[in-house]
């Protein structure tokens, strides 16, 4: 189902409905189950990341698994990696407090993908599921020096219950203090344990809670909501506990002190392609004459053709009052208004019947006029440029819910500000660890949104400021969750 399927750091892959994938558990190289996936990525994503993403045609120790005769059949570069987090996943009715490991699905190849009969008595999956997944661990691959375990993993296969429970005890403060917000609350158990308990553990250690003293995931958080340290209960329609708080006074918490995670060297091809994209961004509102302004512009010799910013086309008027010796002789502060001035700053817009001006403050004259020409903006990037009429539209952040309660924020208006809407949902994809797309606006032709699953409103309008130099006073948000 897709609500067991944990996103990894680099996102989630796009696939097409129909395609083969297989099961794996982490630390073990062999699947233990193949099925087709029921839909695409972009149908998952308008679904809301709900129902069942793989329809399974044969898993470990099924009929088709005893007919067999342990043949070796090697798959070495048909997987890609998607985590899920339930691995009975013969029973699809079980609690994922139930999960002893967390399994993975991964891409295999037509080839690979085993015809089977889904007709079989749900009673016989159910009453096997104990011995299948007590049997996971026996599961191994010929013997492969590049697949060995790796030093870590052997390590931590030799920690008892008790340092178990302490490590479980140091990821849930290390995610109390790094990356749960109070906005993300109340947040499923589920969501923190594969969010944001399991990134905070050592790397290439493997946290297993049934090998700890509590079992369950519900049992140890409960456990955690008696000490006082957080505030859960358990929603008996979800059947899962829910956090909705945290005791930020609470002595283990406030004794704590959190590792600084050492930040990974970026890829030299990742920094060398987004070099182009990291440049500042330049946003500049430039104003070209109109028909009502050009005799002040012929009378100075200025350019008609030419692009000016605010001060520039100031100054023009000014040489103006200038060169015709306009200023007032006894309030230095205004300017006398001539026939071209009076009708290149007021004409067509004084009411009839109503009388024109006969001076302007000094203060109020550049202003004017720039209300009479046209409003252009250029936006620069590095070596890019792009000057469109009109005042520049702003970015729009929304965030909503979609079915099954889930939030989806969208994001549109970023061809103003030269950026990709493909290679940002791409970038997003890798960022925020979820499924992101794009599609076209309804009836805007050649004007596309991205679509990014969960609500990442703050965080999506900080990465634009801060990484591609967007102005905050051209990002507008919306949060539509919030009643």
């Not at 067991?4 to 099961?23: K, L, N, T």
């Not at 609690?95 to 080839?111: I, K, N, R």
């Not at 008696?226 to 002595?251: C, M, W």
């Not at 999506?460 to 969750?481: C, F, Q």
Request: glycine share 6%.
């Amino acid at each position: 189902m897709f609500p067991g399927i944990s996103i990894p750091p680099e996102g989630f892959h796009s696939f097409e409905a129909g395609q083969p994938w297989a099961v794996k558990v982490p630390g073990n190289p062999a699947p233990i189950a193949v099925g087709i996936t029921t839909m695409s990525s972009t149908e998952a994503l308008k679904a809301g990341l709900r129902g069942k993403a793989l329809r399974i045609l044969h898993y470990y120790r099924d009929m088709l698994w005893d007919s067999a005769d342990a043949r070796y059949v090697p798959n070495e570069g048909f997987f890609e990696d998607i985590v899920v987090e339930d691995p009975n996943f013969v029973s699809t009715s079980q609690s994922p407090d139930s999960a002893e490991g967390t399994p993975e699905v991964t891409h295999e190849s037509e080839d690979a993908a085993v015809d089977s009969s889904d007709t079989a008595d749900p009673g016989i999956h159910n009453e096997a599921t104990e011995e299948i997944t007590d049997g996971i661990n026996e599961l191994k691959l010929p013997e492969d020096k590049s697949a060995e375990q790796a030093p870590d993993e052997k390590e931590h296969q030799t920690l008892t219950t008790e340092e178990i429970d302490s490590l479980l005890d140091k990821c849930l403060l290390q995610a109390l203090y790094t990356s749960i917000k109070e906005k993300d609350l109340p947040m499923p158990g589920s969501t923190l344990w594969s969010n944001h308990i399991l990134p905070c553990r050592p790397p290439g250690v493997t946290l297993d809670i049934k090998k700890s003293s509590h079992k369950k995931l519900s049992q140890w958080l409960q456990s955690k909501s008696s000490s006082g340290l957080i505030s859960a209960k358990e929603d008996k329609y979800k059947k899962e506990v829910i956090l909705l708080g945290i005791n930020r006074k609470h002595p283990d918490y406030m004794a704590f002190k959190p590792e600084k995670r050492v930040q990974e060297p970026v890829e030299q091809e990742k920094s060398v392609a987004e070099s182009s994209v990291t440049k500042q961004l330049e946003v500049a509102e430039i104003y070209k004459p109109s028909s009502h302004v050009k005799p002040i512009f012929m009378a100075v010799e200025a350019d008609m053709e030419k692009y000016y910013s605010a001060l520039e086309a100031s100054d023009v008027v000014f040489r103006y009052v200038e060169k015709e010796n306009l200023v007032k002789p006894t309030d230095k502060a205004k300017v006398i208004l001539d026939v071209t001035l009076c009708d290149a700053l007021y004409k067509g817009a004084i009411k009839k019947g109503s009388a024109y001006p006969t001076e302007i403050h000094k203060k109020d004259l550049g202003s004017t006029l720039l209300n009479r020409m046209q409003v252009h903006h250029k936006v620069t990037r590095g070596t890019q440029e792009v000057i469109r009429k009109g005042a520049i539209r702003t970015i729009q952040i929304m965030t909503e819910r979609r079915q099954g309660n889930k939030k989806m924020t969208r994001l549109s208006g970023l061809e103003c500000f030269l950026m990709d809407p493909d290679s940002l949902a791409s970038e997003l994809q890798k960022k925020f660890a979820c499924s992101t797309t794009t599609a076209e606006l309804p009836g805007k032709k050649g004007q596309y949104e991205v679509l990014v699953q969960g609500g990442v409103i703050d965080d999506l309008a900080k990465h634009l400021v801060d990484h591609y130099g967007v102005p905050k006073r051209y990002i507008e948000v919306y949060d539509k969750t919030k009643r």
